[in-house]
Structure formats: C-alpha cells, structure tokens
C-alpha cells in the first residue's frame, strides 16, 4: 500500500497489517491506560531500570543526580559485558589472557575487557573517586578532574572459570559514600559492608537480570535487548524463609570442620523428612541468585587450608550479603553469629568465609556450628 503523508508531500509504503494497526491504535491507545499501560503484548509504561531510580531519587530530599548518574554507568557497564559475553566465541574472547588477577587466579580474556569497561565507565561518570575490582592489585584511583563522591567495589566477571563452558556467569557491586575530604587513599575503601549505599549483581545466564539493592528492599530488572533497557519484572524480591536446597563446594569437605562436616551428612542422611538437594555452580552470581529465588543456604566455608574461605569481602561477600539481608534472608560468617556485614577489611583483598540464605536455614547452620 502506499500512503500519502500530507506534511512533506512524499508517499511512503506500509503493509496492510501495519495499516490496519493504524487505524485500530487510537482504539488501542484509549484502552491501554485500563489495560495495564499494554497494547497488545507490548508494554507502553514499563518501568525501566532509569525511570525507577530517578523515582526514588525524587523521594529524597537535597537528592542531587549523582547517584542516578552512577547507577546509570554501571548498568551500561552490565549491557556491555553482556553484549561481550554473548559474542565472546564469534569475536574469539574465550581463553586466558596469559596473566593473573590480584588474588593470583588465572584472568581469562573476558575478565579483562569486563574489567576495562567497568573502570572506564565509573571514571566518565564524575561519581567515584575511587575504586576497587578483583582484578586489580591496588585501589584504583581516579583523576581529580572526574573525583565524585562515591567508591565503587566490583568483579567484573564472576564465575569467570565458567566462562569457556557456557555456564552462567556476572558481575557483582558494591556502592560506598566516601567519608572524608581530601587525598583518596587505600584506608578509604576499607569500609564494612554496613556502610554500603548500594548493592547489585547481573546476571548473565538465560536472560540478562540486574538484581539491585539501595537499602530500600530487592528489585529486579531484566534486560529487553530489543530496547537495550532493563525492565522491572521482579519487584521487592523476597527470599523464602526456608528452602529445599544447599550450595557448596563438597570436593572440599574433607577439609571442612567436623560440625559443618556433620551437617553436610544430615541435609543428604535426615532423620526425619526428605533429604535436602545439593546445587553448585561455581559461580557466585548465580548460586546466590537460585538461593534468593528458591530459598536455601549457599556457603562458602573457612576450612582447614583456606581459613578464611575464598571468597573476597568487599566486591563478593559484603554486595551479596547486603542484597540477602535486604530481601529477608541473612549472612552471617559462621563465627558466632557475626554479620558478614559487620566484618572490617584490613586489605582490600581480604577474604571472608560466608552463610547466607534463607534465615531458617542459616539457623540451622549456626546450631551445628555453635554446638
């Protein structure tokens, strides 16, 4: 069909269907506001990921910008490891670099440019001015020019071990507010975990999901790539007081302490019930992530040759425990009933053994352990 467009006298060719959606829109559009904010299956008023932290950054008072300015940096971050993730075999980004990040795993080629782009975008935000990653030896400073006011601690791919296998993988965060003036320096970031402003990991498994924290609850945003935007799909997410499941690396068990060792035996040998069902990724993102949505405990213990466990404290346990503790559940570190959040790093690659899940679960825990 070819139609007349009155305003600059040129003719421009539709298809019949996209005639007749024309003519049925305004009908269409009456009805969506009473529909949802939907025209058909195609949301109208969806509540991008933007669009819900300017809301709440309206709520605060004297709120400048500067937060919504980072969290926008960071979810462009995401998308682009992402859109690397997705293409890393056609564009040949599987393998290792050939080098070692700061806690001496071997750094695969993704974890570089993840890492590169992470740092280059938190700079161009003039919101940090420093900041922390797994794949750096040192703070990472930046230059007075782009100085912000907030330090951001993050892996930029975690899980990367997972990577040449297609198993899912992501990048975690972790927000401060510096609280000094002056020169940054390394004693700025060695912050506890109950001083983050925000938290948030993204997934990068079967969708995209970015699960985000600023202390007001849990939300979820999955990636629409037709858009290029994160949609809110699963508002204030709440972990089920109790699950079926437990997560950890048992190859290590024989290394374990004899109480956690113990509990390992009754969640497969209960007295009573049905046993519990054992789920391990390998990758932090998204054994946390199953946790949050199906209730459980995942645990990465101290144990006879690893103390502290291997996880790091400030871009792994601290934004993960936050984000646990902030949608019902708790993470706790096994020695007493210590928050992981409570824990002050000496180093900035300190690392941290952790508890976290459904807070029935982790109770249970902390009685075998506390015996």
Do not use: W
């Not at 024309?22 to 949301?43: C, Q, T, V």
């Not at 940054?184 to 999901?209: H, I, Q, W």
Request: proline share 4%.
């Amino acid at each position: 069909a070819v139609v007349s467009t009155q305003s600059t006298g040129s003719f421009k060719l539709f298809s019949t269907l996209q005639i007749n959606t024309f003519i049925e829109l305004p009908n269409e559009l009456a009805m969506a506001s009473s529909n949802g904010g939907k025209i058909g299956d195609i949301p109208t008023d969806a509540m991008t990921l933007n669009r819900f932290v300017m809301e709440e950054q309206m709520k605060i008072t004297g709120a400048t910008g500067a937060f919504t300015l980072l969290l926008n940096s960071l979810a462009t971050a995401c998308k682009a490891t992402e859109a690397a993730v997705r293409k890393a075999g056609i564009a040949q980004l599987y393998g290792i670099a050939g080098d070692t990040n700061s806690t001496g795993d071997e750094q695969k080629k993704l974890d570089v440019l993840a890492n590169e782009l992470f740092i280059n975008l938190l700079k161009s935000s003039y919101q940090t001015c420093a900041m922390v990653s797994e794949e750096n030896e040192g703070m990472i400073e930046v230059p007075v020019a782009k100085h912000g006011k907030y330090i951001v601690c993050f892996d930029p791919l975690d899980g990367s071990s997972n990577i040449d296998c297609l198993v899912s993988i992501g990048s975690i965060f972790g927000i401060y507010k510096r609280e000094k003036e002056g020169p940054v320096s390394t004693e700025d970031c060695l912050l506890p975990g109950n001083k983050l402003v925000a938290a948030g990991y993204c997934v990068f498994g079967t969708a995209c999901m970015m699960v985000l924290s600023t202390g007001q609850g849990v939300n979820g945003f999955t990636l629409d790539p037709s858009i290029g935007e994160f949609i809110l799909t699963a508002p204030n997410l709440k972990i089920p007081n109790k699950g079926k499941i437990y997560s950890t690396n048992e190859g290590n068990a024989q290394y374990l302490d004899s109480k956690l060792q113990k509990y390992l035996h009754d969640c497969k040998f209960p007295a009573t019930g049905k046993p519990k069902a054992a789920r391990y990724v390998g990758s932090m993102v998204a054994d946390v992530h199953r946790t949050i949505c199906y209730g459980g405990v995942f645990m990465y213990p101290g144990n006879s040759s690893a103390p502290n466990g291997k996880l790091r404290l400030l871009y792994e346990c601290n934004p993960m425990a936050y984000i646990v503790e902030q949608a019902g559940g708790k993470a706790v570190t096994g020695r007493g009933d210590e928050r992981v959040l409570d824990v002050v790093p000496k180093k900035l690659h300190d690392r941290c053994p952790i508890f976290l899940g459904s807070s029935d679960d982790v109770d249970v825990i902390l009685s075998y352990l506390n015996e």
